[in-house]
């Protein structure tokens, strides 16, 4: 793909694109419509009381996860925070397990024993899912250390919020970062609100992309709405941090329409500014958009896609629901790991 | 048999398990160029270099999360905390990433780590720097916490804890950095994780202790020795998994039993030993069991207020005479 990314602006909402092959549109297409359709039927399922606790979705914020991934290669890892369902599905672990996960069933990916906020899959080199706002942070740079110590050509993103980017651990990760020259990517999924409290009013200067300057760590400001200008904007962090020159920083500028979990109510915003996000800046329509408007796909090629996301929801779901909880001896397992 | 200080031991433990596994490097403040603050890691940057022996930042928060994301991702870290009381800012890493992310992950996500450094009191260096943290680590099931006393069982249970694939809480002490004793190396191999050792035979009370007050609890006991109580002393050596059967075979045999922490005394490991007692060796315990910790205060500078303030020689004396009902 030769794409060339922009700042959003209302009248010129998709960069203009020079090639994209049919299969790699419909890839990234399926991508972010199955993650769109899985968050829709968990926020579905917690209502029927299905699932439980806390559930955080993604809705809206998929091209951020699609486009990074797209730029990746075989072996790079990925580590989020609880809002994590569309970062393991784009690491290519199956929605039914998934989903089952969430149900708290044994043919979970986390064998029904974390839920929501603590998927694994360490064969797709996903590593979680952790509940502690930005303790995935060192825990990223972690990742990239044992890579480099290793030897491996490979990078490890990991994604905060808006709202974990003023912990102190992000900052000490920075600094250990670029002074040994990790190779990790930091990726800020600035959604304009941690919880109930927006940037305004949480962070003293919000250009989040900066934090990482004082570190001599590059960063940029990526229309996170914009699936092509998100993986531009990794692609040029990847062969940076690839290359051994260090950590990269990305803030890309997104936003979730519904709250921060499924208790939410949401007080904090206006109905006219979701409504506009989804109105104009909604990644997934745009995206489709342009595949049509470009000639690059049909309306049936899109139709397929949608009936292709609709049947492995469908398995999804009744996986779901026809798992069995973990057995009772299952409490106690895990707890330690026997020596090999 | 040769003698070896408590440090040296240590520091052998980890150059023959860096020499043996690649995989094992060991971060901290001061360990590389310093040669580690109290002198443990001497030697080990001129044999492993600047790859496998790091010297950190003061930002135990930020390492700690990177070195257990590095065990998650195949490395085993050895990370060094100059004394357990700065690993209060890295809390939420050990517990929250560290020990609970294998059950989290059904078993998937692993974190071979060793976190490791001095515990409880050194000598004046006041209240934010003396607090003993045994029964914090072992009150968390995930964690194996590991606190040994004499050089063959630091060598030997700091090799364990390095080749152990679950997050291990190593405490050590100051003090005992610098005593020397036989180094027993044909035993080594054999010393397990969760074996207590029965370090005197005894008939009339069993005394438990870990770490330093083995040399409180040893002092103690040849004193009523000479009163005509003949004490059986356990070093525990192991908190998490606690070895509860050698105990109550002990309590079993003695019928009484005073155990011994530096820490304080709420909800301590002393706690937790006179729980198990109360609750397995009832019919057998022919006194109520006693305890010995610190005083329930900071730690205050002032040498007399420090030297009231743990558990003395007296203190355990003391408690001995009154469990055994000869006060």
Redesign the interface.
Known sequence: MNVKAKKLKEKDLMPKVTTISKEDFLKNYYNMLLIRRFEEKAGQAYGMGLIGGFCHLYIGQEAVVAGVNAALKEGDAMVTSYRDHGHILACGTEPKYVMAELFGRETGVSRGKGGSMHLFDTKNHFYGGHGIVAAQVPIGAGIAFAMQYQNKKNIAVTFLGDGAANQGQVYESFNMASLWNLPVVFVIENNHYGMGTSVDRSTATAEFYKRGKPFGIPGEQVDGMDFFAVYEAMKKADEYSRSGKGPYLLEMKTYRYRGHSMSDPGNYRSKEEINKYKEKYDPINNFKKYGIDKAIVTEDDIKEIATKVKGVMEEAMEFSKNSPEPIASELWTDVYRETE | MAKITVRDALRDAMKEEMRKDDRV?LMGEEVAEYQGAYKVSQGLLEEFGT?RVID??I?E???????????????KPVVEFMTFNFAMQAM??II??AAK??????????C?IVFRGANGAASRVAAQHSQCYASWYAHV??L?VISPYDSTDSKALLKKAI????PVIFLENEITYGYEFELNESEVDDIEIGKARIVKSGTDITVTCFSIMVEVVMEAAKILEKSGISVEVIDLRTLKPLDSETIINSVKKTNRIVSVEEGWSFCGITSEISALCVEQAFDYLDAEPGRVTAKDVPLPYAANLEKLALPSVEDVCEMVKKTCYKA
């Open positions: 490097f790859k950190t930042p930002t928060h930020g390492f700690t999360g990177l070195a257990v994301g590095s065990a998650m991702a195949g490395l939420d890493q929250n990433s992310t294998n059950y989290m992950s059904g078993g998937q996500v692993q071979p099931p995930g194996v080749q152990d694939p679950n």
